[in-house]
Structure formats: C-alpha cells, structure tokens
C-alpha cells in the first residue's frame, strides 16, 4: 500500500466529516487506507461518521490520550509505506497527496514534508514552515521583535527546505517515523510536531516545504487560542528545552512570562463577528434551506466575480471540487471584509471560520 492518512479526531464531527470527504476524493486514484483515531469524542464522531463513511478504519479509545499517543496508535496498524498525519479540522485539496507522492520520489533523503496552509479566511498560515525555536528565537516570536520563527526564507507559494512542520499536516515514509520513535508521548498536546521535525534534522534527514498544493487548516477546538492553550504551550515548551538544549529556571520564567503577554495581547486583539450583509452561494442551483435558515438576501452565481463588500461567500460542495473551494478562497481573501463558508456535498450544515482565534463555526440548517 502506497499510503496511510491517520486523523486524530476530538469533538469535531462536523469538521472531520469534510475533512474525510476531502480525503477520500483525493486518494480516488492512490493505493491508500484512511484511519481516524478518537480521543473519547462526546459529540458521536463514531457513531455518526462511521456508518456515513464504512471505508474508514475507524479507532475509538475509551479515553483521551493526546497528540502523540493518539497518532502513535494509528501509525501502528499504518499498512502504507507512506504516512500522512493530518488534523481533523482540514480540507485537502483532490491532487494533495499526489503531487506529494511524485515530489518525494526526487527527495531520497526526506524527512518530514508539509504543504502550504490557510486558515478559513483563505489567507497563508506561517507555522506551515518554521525555523528551529531556539530559544532566543522563541523568545523574540514571544516578545515581537522580530519573525525569524518562521522559515520565511521559502516564499509561500514556492518549494524549499525547512526545519520545523506543523502537526496539521506531516507526510513521511511510515518506516522513517518509526525508525526515530513517531511523536513524542511525553508530549500531551503542543509541541509534538516541533520535536518530531527536530529529531529527523539531527538523524541526518531533510525536512521540506511543498508550497504547490494548498490545504485549508480551520483552528478547530485545539487549537483556539485562550489561557489554557497557553499553558499547555509553555509545558510542550519546556519539554523540548530540557529535551535538547540546555534549560534553567531564569529561562522558563522568561518564556513563561512572554507567553503570558502573548495571551493578553491576543484577548485585546480578538476579532469579533460581523453579520455578512448579504450572502453569495456559489453554485449552479439555487437551495431553499439557505434562504429559509440565512433570512437574508441570497445572490446565486457560479462564479465569483463581482463580490459585494461585507458579503459571506458560500461554496456549494456539490457543485466545486475542494481544490477550486481553496483556489477561490486564496483568490477572495485579498478582500478582507468578506467571510467564507463551505456547504458540503450531502450534508445540511455550513462550516468554516472567521479568523486566526476564531475556533470554527457550524451553522446547522434545518432539514427541509
């Protein structure tokens, strides 16, 4: 088998179930196995999803055992000779996984490779590609002085190599991942991805950046930025010091107090939500659930010229393929006042997010 894409799930059913359409479209022609671990979901990811998606080898542990844990599990009944750990709140665009499967053919000697990441405003994530966090370079990300924390030596659109992926998205040959011992299980949650990259780079292995398929990363629960993700951050941190530099308590004090002012500049810069003026559905039919449910002016078009300001666009799943729902995303998003929704194919809710610490927004519809 050519490859494994093992999801780790945790109370994001709506987000994995697009997550797995995407996917499942885009291993349409790869000799590949889909394995979704859950952490003890409560929100019925199994028992929803795996009747929905009976291909699916799904895993449901009877308690949450974190990041690393949870991946580990799943690597280890990979058949693939390839791996791809992916996050739940993802949308893979349907040529993702082979354009990466040809362009690892050329790098005998990869480690760890990630493509390019935006969020749900359709606008490039930087910790798609990152520098080793050393800690004066941690520190300065933490203070903001200056930016040498991520790699940004690789324009985002481009191919180059990078130190440090991120977790959302990490494709490696199954058998490298076990030779260095897969994530780290001393880490819960945060910090993971960076120790993995780290432990390819000093085995003598090249970490790269493929910036020529792009991927939508919602921050889904996990990843919303409040006091309990930063101190869960600082403890991922303070893992990797003692781990591979030398650490003292001078030094975690400092971190912990850059990453207390991190938190309090991120609550003063909250974006709120601003109610959409109207709404485009791009589609090539017109639904009446959305006017029923939206209560507001509804512009059908199939293309995406002449946007109104303000406006929330709405992408119909059965009428564009993922890849061009990320392409008119990208394109869109240098409009900043417009927002973003997907309506996926054979569902009745619409998914997205609004901003960077926006964890992500399902609006059911109701059934007709």
Known sequence: ???????????????????????????????AEIIVVDNHSTDGSVTTLEQ???????????????????????????KGNHVCILNPDTVVAEDTFLKLLKFVKTKPNFGVVGCKLVD????????????????????KKLYGIDNTYYANHVEPD??????????????????IYDQVGGFDEDYFMYGEDIDLSYKLLKSGFQNYYFGKTTCIHYKGESTV?????????FGAMKIFYNK???????????????????????????????????????????????KTHLKQ?????????HIKDGAEVIFNGSFLNHKKIIESMEKLSLNKTLTFKIFPENTNFLIGSNSVRDAGNVIQLKDN
Do not use: W
């Open 1 to 31: 088998m050519e490859l494994s894409i093992i999801i780790l799930n945790y109370n994001v059913k709506y987000f994995l179930d697009i997550c797995l359409k995407s996917v499942i479209a885009a291993t349409s022609n790869v000799d």
């Open 52 to 78: 929905k998606f009976p291909e699916v080898i799904f895993i449901a542990n009877a308690t949450n055992l974190g990041f690393s844990k949870g991946n580990n599990q799943g690597v280890k009944i990979a």
């Open 120 to 139: 749900g405003t359709g606008r490039f994530l930087p910790e798609s590609k990152r520098n080793v966090p050393i800690i004066e370079r941690a520190l």
């Open 158 to 175: 481009a191919v180059g190599e990078v130190d440090i992926l991120v977790g959302a998205f990490m494709f490696m040959k199954k058998k």
């Open 225 to 233: 930025r409040n006091n309990s993700y930063y101190k869960r951050f």
């Open 244 to 290: 591979h530099f030398k650490s003292n308590f001078v030094i975690d004090a400092v971190i912990m107090i850059g990453i207390h002012l991190s938190y309090l500049i991120s609550k003063q810069s909250e974006v709120y939500k601003i109610e959409p003026v109207c709404y485009f559905f791009i589609s090539d039919i017109e639904n009446l659930n959305l």
């Open 297 to 305: 002016e509804i512009f059908v078009q199939n293309h995406i010229q």
